[in-house]
């Protein structure tokens, strides 16, 4: 069921006007339950079993955790967490790739290697950080584990962001299952306002970028130097407004249903750095990757290569989560090793100057990264950038659409520096805020694609 689709809609609405009704706080909870793990089965009943599996273990493990003051068994309980939830999420999403990548060796000395016709669950890349994240908060002392079983499912099932995020730490979700919230009609109408952008950013802008960004990937040696770049570009915008798009919907959804969730993108083509590109891209992410791994490696607190070993690590790692393939760990160390730079140069400019070099370095290093990110493999993505920095001829493709929504993807950006995102939020007060709404609702029934596609991030 996705977010796009008419079923989702009619889904939601019954979801909303269900939980508004309930006004106790236990019924509300177990209409939220049953509905996020029918929200799931919809697209595969049995791996609801995995989604179990992990609530029960990390319930108990947290328990077994706050219970002890032997920090040997509090040390057990959290090895256990980590290793049943690891453990299922490297079976299901690794395993063929470690298969594969050893084969070589493997068949070298005789030993015949095969993989294993395994689906990846949907969302278990997500739904496994954020239960990690309370097991390791409880056991450092920060958190409070939660007492009802039933509120902690709902913690990591609860549907707007069970997929495909944002990452919400438990922090800032279970207190606000422990009581009922009261109805706001200004957030109701900024969850709405939020989902239609959402969906606006991925069926009219994401979806259009994807019908050449498939095509040029899918043969760039076919295309000229300067369609492959215009298609690289396209791909930026086809994954920001993806993302990005499913982030509003989900966090529209929660308002309209009265829980707020933190927010996950901030306009991440106006970063100056790396690292700021990285404080405005899934930000979520981001946050869980500095917490669980940088900071607990040594972060920046060692010697200076110490650091460096450390970034490098975070963001190999932070690549391969979101993919098996080795143009993931690329993708990663090409990230890991511009932060490592960025931190080593930053030390000696102070130029006037920098913040423009800075956004134009940082802005080749992204999109020469989503070439890999992009890539089905590392010869694709080694014809793309032969094409890239080799000029050559072949086919010229300047579609006006794709075109426009680069244009719009720039207008949009240089608008939110501006005072204009006090308008482009849509305030309820507002004349003009119903007509955009109207526009938007008109815009996608009339120029919605035929097929929906999936959302990008569902296949990490």
């Known amino acids: 069921m996705l977010f796009t689709q008419l079923e989702f809609i009619a889904f939601l609405v019954a979801i909303v006007v269900a939980v508004w009704l309930a006004r106790n706080r236990s019924l509300r909870n177990a209409i939220l339950l049953a509905a996020s793990y029918y929200f799931y089965a919809y697209w595969d009943w049995r791996f609801c079993g995995l989604l179990l599996l992990s609530t029960l273990v990390d319930f108990l493990a947290a328990q077994g955790i706050a219970a002890s ?3 040997r068994v509090r040390r057990r309980w959290l090895g256990l967490s980590l290793s049943v939830n690891l453990g299922v999420l490297g079976f299901f ?27 990846l669950p949907v969302g278990i890349s997500f739904y496994t950080f954020q239960t990690l994240s309370y097991t390791i908060d409880v056991y450092r002392g ?14 990591v099932a609860f549907f707007p962001q069970l997929v495909a995020g944002p990452i919400v730490r438990a922090r800032e979700l279970l207190p606000q299952f422990a009581t009922a919230p009261t109805w706001s009609t200004s957030r109701f109408y900024g969850g709405i306002q939020q989902l239609l952008r959402g969906a606006v950013k991925k069926v009219l802008l994401a979806d259009r970028l994807a019908e050449m960004v498939d095509v040029v990937f899918a043969g760039p040696d076919l295309y000229s130097t300067a369609t492959v770049w215009i298609a690289v570009i396209a791909y930026g915008g086809q994954i920001y407004y993806d993302f990005s798009g499913y982030t509003d919907m989900a966090i529209g959804a929660a308002k309209m249903l009265g829980y707020r969730f933190p927010k996950n993108f901030r306009h991440p083509y106006l970063a100056t750095s790396i690292a700021d590109f990285w404080h405005r891209w899934h930000m979520t992410l981001s ?3 500095r ?5 607990p490696l040594g972060g920046n607190r060692g010697r200076e290569l110490a650091t ?12 391969l989560w979101h993919g098996a393939a ?10 890991g090793s511009a932060l490592c730079l960025e931190r080593c140069v930053s030390r000696f400019s102070t130029h006037r100057i920098y913040p423009v070099v800075g956004w134009a370095t940082t802005m080749i290093v992204v999109f020469l990264g989503w070439v890999l990110f992009r890539s089905p493999d590392l010869a694709t993505a080694k014809a793309f950038s032969a094409k890239l920095f080799f000029p050559s001829s072949g086919i010229h493709w300047y579609p006006p659409l794709v075109l426009a929504v680069i244009v719009i993807m720039m207008i949009e950006h240089i608008a939110w520096q501006t005072r204009a995102r006090l308008a482009m939020r849509l305030p309820a007060a507002t004349w003009y805020a119903p007509i955009a709404t109207v526009i938007m609702l008109w815009c996608l029934l009339l120029y919605a694609p035929v097929d929906f596609q999936p959302f990008v991030y569902f296949q990490f």
């Open 93 to 119: 999403k690794y395993f063929n790739f470690f298969i594969d990548s050893a084969s070589p060796l493997l068949d070298s000395i005789g030993l015949g290697t095969q993989t294993l016709p395994i689906v």
């Open 69 to 71: 003051q032997d920090k």
């Open 142 to 155: 920060v958190l409070r584990p939660s007492h009802r079983l039933s509120d902690f499912a709902l913690y």
């Open 287 to 289: 946050r869980w990757l």
């Open 308 to 319: 460096y070993r450390n970034l490098l690590i975070t963001m190999i790692l932070g690549g």
């Open 291 to 295: 917490d669980y791994l940088y900071i």
């Open 326 to 335: 080795w143009t993931f760990v690329l993708w990663g160390l090409l990230h």
